[in-house]
Structure formats: structure tokens, C-alpha cells
DNA sequence: TCTGGGGTCCTAGGACCC
DNA sequence: TCTGGGGTCCTAGGACCC
């Protein structure tokens, strides 16, 4: 037996907390570069404010009915994801962290089941300030589906467990939701599904998981048994080691020259960097990507990627920046306005058990203990304490973020301070 | 003017081998 | 007219998630 528990509308609680004057205000946070909406309050989403949609095409609305926008703040939203995952920790022998406002809990053997999700969502609240959902069923996918009723049913109070419920009170619940609601069903499949007369979960729950296989795939078809009630989906306790590491951002504005775009790749490949070392991989590959804007059609469109293979598997940003550096290189064109840069480290592979060719000498004492002692001073004093200098000082590509908020709980000199 | 940034898994199809 | 068959490995691309 499986809850869900869920933040609601995450970003944008963790601004209200620090904001308590725009409580039942529309408010709304922005992706990168101030893009688009990523977080919408209950009454952004009641003006009609859809999710992802461009921030400019919402400031007529925006003015007319006072939506307050915020830049993304990660360190903020990461810094209360902790705080909550921590008081859930406490409250189930296991939990699975699934995603920044997300969690699974195994709650085999609890009899009071509604009862606990009650408490947690008190203590949630009580201790944190980030209210949440609690959605409890038989399989992950079930808690899913029952943590999207708990959340679209106000008179629910937050928490809702399906498997409560006698079968034809359940089938009543999911002949209402669309199929699209189900967790693996996307845009496009629920299109072909629909195409094909499957319209709810509860008809999507009365299919064949064999002829699912045949037309859709084994994933669709674990989700079939999933609906029904056969757990295919285990609790994941320990994050498995990552695969890939990608690092790449939108520019404040377009960028023409090589140059221009150097500074950046060079800035994401050393953060692509740090993340390798924290996940203690180290990788044999270098993907440099670089892109136009393909909403601005009107100008000429390029898009290009090189895979730069390394001959030594190394977590030095030095060598992961000198490969990106060789691929971009080769990859630039002139005359385009580039929009985009990115680094992926691909075929990443457990540090120190590397079956290096017999030559090849892995990363030597002293690269490693440049590498922690750069991490170190920067975990210290604050990212971008130092730096290589290929990242430029000057850096004129930085992505906007006009609308942030301050880092209320991790900088000493942006605490929130209390009057009297 | 202005359209995010990560990830994962699966499948199809080509290259290559015997 | 007729042009093997099966296996593996790799890559690109699609679909999904948050």
C-alpha cells in the first residue's frame, strides 16, 4: 500500500510563505530566463493561466488582474523540499523522494490509513508551511490517481484513499477522469486511446493489458496492471546512480560570435562538473550541443551537436571543459544568432573502479585534490567563488531573473527578519 | 523584445557478424 | 521468376515525467 503525498502548487507555496500578504492572490512562478509559467496558484489557474505558458503572452491578464510573478529561486524551493522530506521521513519506515514536491510512502500494514494522511498534512503545515495532498492506493499508479482526486476535490480536505472505497464507488471515481490523468498516459497517447473509444482510467482499467502490449508497448501495459491493482512499480529508497548529466541554459539574448559562446559552454561544463563529482562518476564522454531560437523562424535555423569521446574517463572540469571547447569548435557556424548551449556527460561510469586501457592513467592525485579543494571553497563561500577563467567576468548571456525572491533560508545576510 | 531544464525508458532500424 | 537467417550492438528519436 502506497501514499502519495504532494505539494500544492510547490513554487509558488514556498513564495507565499515568505509572502503571506498574496495569499489568495493570483500568483505565478517562472521557468528560467523568466520563460514561461511553471507554478500557478489556485486563482492564477482559475484566470485561465495554462501550464508552461509564455509569460509575455500573459501580461495583458497579468495587469488586469494583478497576477504576481516570480523568477524561479531553486535554492529557496530545494531548501523546503528538504525540510518537508525530512518531516516524512518520520513518519513512514520508507519513503521514496520522486521529485522536488513529491513522495512515495509505504504504508503496508498501517490500518489507519486516512488517519495518518490527516497527520501528515497537519504536520506538514504546522512545521514547514507548504501545504500538500495525500493520495493513498494499492500501486503507485493507483496513489497517483488517488492524490489527483484528493487535490481536485475540495470537500475532500486533502486526502483521499481509493482503496477505502467499495469497487463501485471506486469505478464511479475513475469513469470521471479522463485517461489522460494517469501517470504514463502523455498527450499522445492518450489521443490514440481516446481515438480507439478508451476515454476514462475506468476504461483504460477494463482493457486487455495484453492487447495494450501488442498496440502500445510494455509500459502502457505495466500501467494497465498497475490500474488493476498488480504492483509493477517497486519503492526506489536509494536514487539510482545517474546515467547522464545535462547542463544547459537559454540566453538573456541572442549570441552570435564563438566567443560569446564559449564563456557560457565553459560555465555549464564545469557545472556539469561539480554534479559528476557529487554523484562521485566519472565520465568517458563529452556531448556539446548548440541551437538557434526555433520560435524566431523567421531567421536562418541551426542546430548541431558533437560527441567528443575521451580516451581517459575523468571527473576533472578541466578536461570535461577542454572537450566541450573542441566540440563547439568544430560545431560553430557564423551568421546564426544562437540561443542556446549545452554540455551532456554521457556514459558515466563509477569513479575508481575503471578498467582504464593499460597506458591511460585515470585522474592523478593532483587533479583530484584540485577538484575538491575548488567544490570545497565554493560549497563554502558560495558558487562562483572561484572560477576558470574561460568562464569571463563580464558574462552578458546571463539568463534573466528579474522577478526572484531573496534566498530567505540559505544566505545568513537574506534571512526574513520578524518586527516586533 | 519575450516561448525552461532537467531526466528516464523503450523501440525501430541499421551495421555487422557468422 | 529467384536474392538466407538470426543474433547482437549501437544510435536516434519518441514518449513520458516533474
Not at 515568505?18 to 520563460?35: E, I, T
Request: proline share 4%.
Amino acid at each position: 500500500m502506497y501514499a502519495l503525498v504532494d505539494c500544492n502548487n510547490f513554487y509558488v507555496s514556498c513564495e507565499r510563505l515568505f509572502r503571506p500578504d498574496l495569499k489568495g492572490r493570483p500568483v505565478v512562478v517562472l521557468s528560467n530566463n523568466d520563460g514561461c509559467a511553471v507554478s500557478r496558484s489556485q486563482e492564477a489557474k482559475d484566470l485561465g493561466v495554462a501550464m508552461g505558458q509564455p509569460w509575455f503572452q500573459l501580461q495583458e491578464l497579468a495587469k488586469r488582474h494583478g497576477i504576481v510573478a516570480f523568477s524561479s529561486n531553486y535554492a529557496l524551493y530545494a531548501d523546503l523540499s528538504e525540510r518537508v522530506m525530512s518531516v516524512l521521513r518520520d513518519m513512514a519506515p520508507r519513503i521514496e523522494v520522486y521529485s522536488i514536491d513529491e513522495s512515495f510512502l509505504d504504508i503496508a500494514g498501517i490500518t489507519e490509513r486516512e488517519q495518518l494522511g490527516r497527520q501528515i498534512r497537519e504536520r506538514v503545515v504546522r512545521w514547514v508551511g507548504i501545504p500538500v495532498c495525500v493520495g493513498i492506493g494499492a500501486t503507485k499508479t493507483r496513489a497517483k490517481l488517488a492524490n489527483h482526486i484528493a487535490k481536485k476535490n475540495l470537500e475532500l480536505a486533502g486526502v483521499f484513499d481509493l482503496e477505502a472505497l467499495p469497487i463501485e464507488e471506486q469505478a464511479a471515481w475513475l469513469g470521471r477522469i479522463g485517461v489522460g490523468e494517469v501517470w504514463g498516459v502523455g498527450r499522445k497517447i492518450s489521443r490514440r486511446l481516446e481515438a480507439l473509444g478508451v476515454r476514462s482510467v475506468a476504461d483504460l482499467q477494463a482493457t486487455n493489458p495484453e492487447t495494450i502490449r501488442q498496440q502500445f508497448g510494455v509500459t502502457l501495459a505495466r500501467t494497465v496492471e498497475e490500474l488493476r491493482g498488480v504492483a509493477c512499480l517497486d519503492m526506489e529508497e536509494v536514487s539510482p546512480r545517474k546515467k547522464q548529466i545535462m547542463v544547459s541554459r537559454s540566453f538573456g539574448q541572442p549570441v552570435r560570435l564563438l566567443d560569446e559562446l564559449r564563456q557560457p559552454l565553459v560555465s555549464y561544463a564545469a557545472n556539469a562538473g561539480v554534479k559528476l563529482r557529487e554523484e562521485g562518476s566519472v565520465t568517458h564522454a563529452v556531448m556539446v550541443f548548440a541551437r538557434t531560437n526555433p520560435f524566431r523562424d523567421k531567421y536562418p535555423q541551426y542546430s548541431a551537436s558533437r560527441l567528443v569521446p575521451l580516451v581517459v574517463p575523468t571527473q576533472d572540469s578541466r578536461a570535461i571543459i577542454e572537450a566541450a571547447v573542441a566540440g563547439l569548435n568544430d560545431l560553430y557556424r557564423p551568421g546564426y544568432l544562437y540561443q542556446k548551449v549545452g554540455v551532456m556527460l554521457c556514459d558515466l561510469s563509477p569513479a575508481g573502479v575503471d578498467q582504464t586501457d593499460l597506458f591511460a592513467k585515470g585522474d592523478d592525485e593532483r587533479s583530484q585534490r584540485l577538484m575538491a579543494t575548488m567544490d570545497g571553497l565554493n560549497r563554502r563561500m558560495g558558487r562562483g567563488a572561484v572560477f576558470f577563467a574561460g568562464q569571463g567576468i563580464q558574462r552578458r548571456w546571463m539568463v534573466r531573473s528579474n522577478l526572484k525572491s531573496g534566498a530567505y533560508t540559505t544566505k545568513w545576510a537574506q534571512l526574513q527578519v520578524a518586527h516586533a
